[in-house]
């Protein structure tokens, strides 16, 4: 393994509650029932898609127009939360592994479905720990499918099989799997039959473990 790609939200920081608190805020303007469980299953989704899931059985209600409107209100709502962020709310164990792997020259990515990723890294402090980032804007289309990794690992100079990803998703992993890459599940995703190996945080990982 010559570069390691990890998923932002779940992995390298959680921001879970913002989106819950952001997304029920709509919810609830809707009239529409949300709670964690609803949450849980918009990780590693689009903004877009994860609006479409919300609405359900009402998505045919609301014109494209609508829709566009509700998405970039909770964006402005999440995005007005993100100021919250500092670096004390970076994973335990981030630090400690990416030194380890920079210390053995593995190029890394962060590869996110969220298009306020390159925002959320700058507040955690580690916009300058990776060699490259992708976001929502560079990669549209959701998780599982795999764009978001392979538009990653072109832009560290890799081929897809040269990588291993860190992703604490379902929808992460399968992406992972379909971009012909080796992944490692931690957290929510621990335990997901198509990773090569699981973890429950990120603290439990070393850089022998990952890069196997």
């Known amino acids: 393994m010559r570069g390691v790609i990890f998923?932002?939200?779940?992995?390298?920081?959680?921001?879970?509650?913002?989106?819950?608190?952001?997304?029920?805020?709509?919810?609830?303007?809707?009239?529409?029932?949300?709670?964690e469980s609803h949450n849980h299953a918009l990780?590693?989704?689009?903004?877009?898609?994860?609006?479409?899931?919300?609405?359900?059985?009402r998505a045919g209600e609301f014109?494209?127009?609508?829709k566009h409107a509700l998405a970039a209100d909770k964006n402005d709502r999440y995005r007005a939360s993100l100021k919250s962020l500092t670096p004390r709310d970076r994973l335990a164990g981030v630090?400690?592994?990416?030194?380890?792997?920079?210390?053995h020259g593995v190029r890394m990515a962060v590869a996110s479905a969220s298009k306020n990723a390159r925002e959320i890294l700058d507040r955690i402090g580690l916009s300058a720990a990776f060699d490259a980032v992708v976001d929502g804007?560079?990669?549209?289309?959701s998780k599982p499918d795999p764009q978001a990794f392979v538009l990653a690992a072109e832009r560290l100079g890799l081929e897809p099989p040269a990588c291993v990803v860190v992703e604490d998703a379902d929808a992460g992993v399968?992406?992972?799997r379909a971009a012909g890459m080796r992944v490692i599940a931690v957290?929510?995703?621990?335990?997901?039959?198509?990773?090569?190996?699981?973890?429950?945080?990120?603290?439990?990982?070393?850089?022998?473990?990952?890069l196997g």
Do not use: N
């Not at 998923?7 to 949300?34: M, N, P, Q, R």
């Not at 990780?43 to 059985?57: K, P, Y």
């Not at 014109?63 to 609508?66: A, I, P, S, W």
């Open 187 to 210: 957290g929510a995703a621990a335990g997901h039959p198509e990773a090569d190996d699981s973890c429950t945080s990120l603290g439990e990982l070393t850089s022998s473990r990952l």
């Open 137 to 141: 804007v560079d990669a549209p289309k």
């Open 95 to 103: 630090d400690r592994l990416l030194e380890e792997l920079r210390a």
């Open 174 to 176: 399968r992406a992972a």
């Open 7 to 35: 998923d932002l939200d779940g992995v390298l920081v959680s921001t879970d509650e913002l989106h819950y608190h952001a997304w029920k805020s709509i919810a609830d303007g809707l009239g529409i029932a949300f709670d």
């Open 43 to 57: 990780r590693g989704v689009s903004r877009m898609e994860s609006l479409e899931r919300l609405l359900g059985d």
């Open 63 to 66: 014109t494209d127009e609508q």
